[in-house]
């Protein structure tokens, strides 16, 4: 029988971390298939992380709260329970309670021992770093001399990643021309004093973290341009108000204005497979399936985006159905990684929340998003047989948010243009 690695996984196309929330563990303890080994949280998702082997949890190289690098090892299975326990992480907690002493301990299993290491009664301190750690220290010609001097600031003292990158950093500064120091009483360009004493600080949790991390990675990334059509929404007010409770005792759950919006998007990027595309440098990848993300608000723990697989393989009803359970399963925390990946195109509806329009930010590494804002009642000007009229009409604002790296002007506009003409000329009756 052999050990088993357990690596964080990836909790979405773009995510690049997680954060351990919570171990359902310890080490030392009986695991089988499928027993919740772990919680894993994201920007995108938290999720219960099942355990792939059965046997006995040995090492744990992370405590909970701390995040963690996609492929990183975190934990090891030893699957031949007659091997005996010797995690290192329960004989170092062990011989410390012993000594009644608060010297730093480390969940990982890379040891190191030198005559630089702080020597105690028993001898000199054992130190470990992760695998992480170790191999940034090997590749930017940081000693382990060097990393024994460093001040961890994570569990226990432990030194990571960011505490070699800060390291790193100042070494870099150290060697570079000086430059005038500003004012003692200067705050940092990152530091915002309260305004008044009655204003509160919240601690970001690891979503919102994460949302702020990929938000600006996007900006980053995409020159991002935004295009808006108004859309007469009237013909489609009218058929959902006659069709809504048929629907509804038909399927179990409402028929929304987000149906149809979809179904017109998913025609449109049939016409125009760029706007499905995404770029891998200066390559273009143009995707062949149509997987359709929408964006779900989750209460208190931000935003999710699960993807609708061959969207374009689906009817009205069928798209339906998919956006009603990947909701449901969204706001119950119980997306699978499969569900929130794979993404070519993403719909925002941000009209549910009473907002007449906006411009979202990219999900990368898509090139495209749309936003579809509150369907209003407005007087327009119409033109008629006996020419112009005031009339009321349903208006919608749809707008398109695209990646100028690759759609221009041209093309993002003659997309935005085919799903306003979807929306407005469609026969909704056909449809289902």
Known sequence: MARTKVVMPQMG?????GTITKWHKKPGESIEIDDILLDISTDKVESEIPSSVSGRLEIIHFPEGETVDVGTVIAEIEEDQSVPFSSPDSEIENREAKKGTTAPVDETVVEQRGASDSPTGEGPLRRFYTPLVKAM?????????????????????????????????????????????????APPLTSFPLSSKRDEIIPMDNMRKAIARNMVESKKTSPHVNSVEEVDMSRLVKFRETFKKEFLAQEGFPLTYTHFIMHAIVSSLREFPLV???????????????????????????????????ADGLNITGL?????????????KKLTLDELQGGTFTLSNVGSFGTLFATPV????????????????????????????????????????????LIDGELGGRFLAS?????ETMEPSSLF
């Open 137 to 185: 220290a090997s590749k930017e010609g940081v000693s382990m001399d060097e990393l024994a001097q460093l001040k961890g600031s994570g569990a226990g003292g432990r030194v990571n990643k960011n505490d070699l990158l800060r390291y790193m950093e100042s070494k870099k500064s150290a060697s570079r021309p000086s430059s005038p120091e500003p004012s003692p009483s």
């Open 362 to 405: 990219i999900l990368q590494p898509q090139v495209g998003i749309m936003a579809a804002g509150l369907i209003k009642k407005r007087a327009v000007v119409v033109e008629g047989a006996q020419g112009d009229a005031i009339a009321i009409r349903s208006l919608m604002y749809l707008t398109h948010t695209y990646d100028h790296r």
């Open 13 to 17: 196309e773009s995510v690049t971390t």
């Open 276 to 310: 499905n595309a995404s770029l891998d440098g200066d390559q273009i990848v143009v995707k062949k399936d149509i997987n359709l993300g929408l964006a779900v608000a989750v209460p208190g723990n931000g935003l999710v985006v699960p993807v609708i697989k061959g």
């Open 419 to 423: 799903v306003r003409k979807g929306l």
């Open 320 to 332: 339906a159905r998919a956006t009603h359970e990947l909701a449901h399963k969204a706001r119950a």
